[in-house]
């Protein structure tokens, strides 16, 4: 996974947990909203997704493997387990795991954080997310989906654990660019930017930050980066799901400045408010046998 990938798609990924109101968009593809009450200790959101549970599932793998994670997966929440899925995001928290328990595998992922790391960071959503309802959807083209309402407490400690989840991973981001050799493309790729990076890293620079009334969310970027960051907002696969994301989120700002380096997007937070994005939603080439799977859940028609 590039730096690009990781700074970028790290900070989109905590501003869809902790995201204020911002415009609603119209898009050809499936809508993801979110509800919350927030203060400075509690965030309470309804989650209405549609096509994000199926993102979790990886159709490059085999079938078997497909239907085998894809039962497991309905079969548990049909039974009541509570599921937390952050934004396809590498890290996975079974709510109703134990302390210590391996998190899930999945072929293909970057073991960018140690086993340690993952424990500790995984309890403090365990301790604070509270996941008081799911419903799970399969539509006739084999989408997944699902719908979730669920409390965040102590937000300023999940806020916190998401940062350093972020800090992590870019740092790990930076070590595998320069041990391959491999060209960063574009963003991040002049010298300037990537000392810029690590220069935030190590300040032990804050990617988010939650007050009363507004989320802060500060990346390390040039003028020149963020113009590229705007850029592949609406140009780079226009209906693809991170460009999506990108452009309903920047539709909320209150403000947006790059001051030394460091771009600030600043969200309003009110005590009721809204997100609507699109997500798309991956489809299995063989619908009807990955419905088959889901025969023993608890599902329900669109």
């Known amino acids: 996974m590039t ?36 203060d400075s ?4 959101l309804q989650v209405d997704t549609r096509g994000l549970y199926g993102t979790s599932l990886d159709w490059s793998d085999s ?7 894809a039962r497991d997966r309905v079969r548990r929440m049909a039974a009541g387990e509570r ?3 952050l934004l396809s995001f590498p890290l996975i928290f079974d709510l109703d795991a134990k302390p210590g328990q391996e998190r899930e595998e999945r072929p293909g992922e970057e073991d960018w954080i140690s086993a340690e790391d993952a424990t500790r960071l995984r309890a403090v959503f365990l301790e604070n997310v509270r996941v008081e309802s799911s419903r799970v959807y399969l539509d006739a083209e084999g989408e997944v989906s699902v ?19 972020i800090s992590l991973g870019v740092r790990r981001g930076i070590e595998d660019v320069a041990s391959s050799g491999d060209d960063v ?14 220069s935030f890293l190590e ?34 696969d226009p209906k693809g799901s991170t460009a999506a994301l990108g452009r309903a989120l920047l539709g909320g700002l209150e403000e947006l400045a790059v001051e030394n380096d460091v771009a600030l997007f600043r969200f309003p937070v ?20 990955l419905r088959a799977a889901f025969d023993e859940g608890e599902l329900s028609p669109r």
């Open 3 to 38: 730096t690009t990938t990781l700074a970028a798609r790290a900070s989109l990924i905590g501003l869809g947990l902790f995201s204020a109101a911002c415009s609603e968009y119209e898009f050809a593809e499936q809508d993801l909203g979110v509800r919350y009450l927030a």
């Open 41 to 44: 200790q509690q965030i309470s």
């Open 63 to 69: 079938d078997e493997l497909i239907v085998k994670r």
């Open 83 to 85: 599921y937390l899925h």
């Open 147 to 165: 719908a979730q309402s669920f409390r965040i407490d102590k937000a300023d400690a999940c806020v916190a654990a998401l940062n350093e989840v």
């Open 185 to 198: 493309s574009e963003m991040f790729a002049s010298a300037r930017s990537r000392e810029n990076l690590r």
């Open 203 to 236: 300040a032990g620079g804050r990617w988010l930050t939650l007050s009363e009334k507004s989320l802060e969310v500060r990346v390390p970027m040039t003028p020149a980066d963020l113009a590229i960051l705007l850029k592949g907002f609406a140009e780079d």
């Open 270 to 289: 009110s005590g009721d408010g809204a997100v609507h994005w699109t997500y798309r939603g991956e489809r299995h080439p063989d619908a009807k046998k």
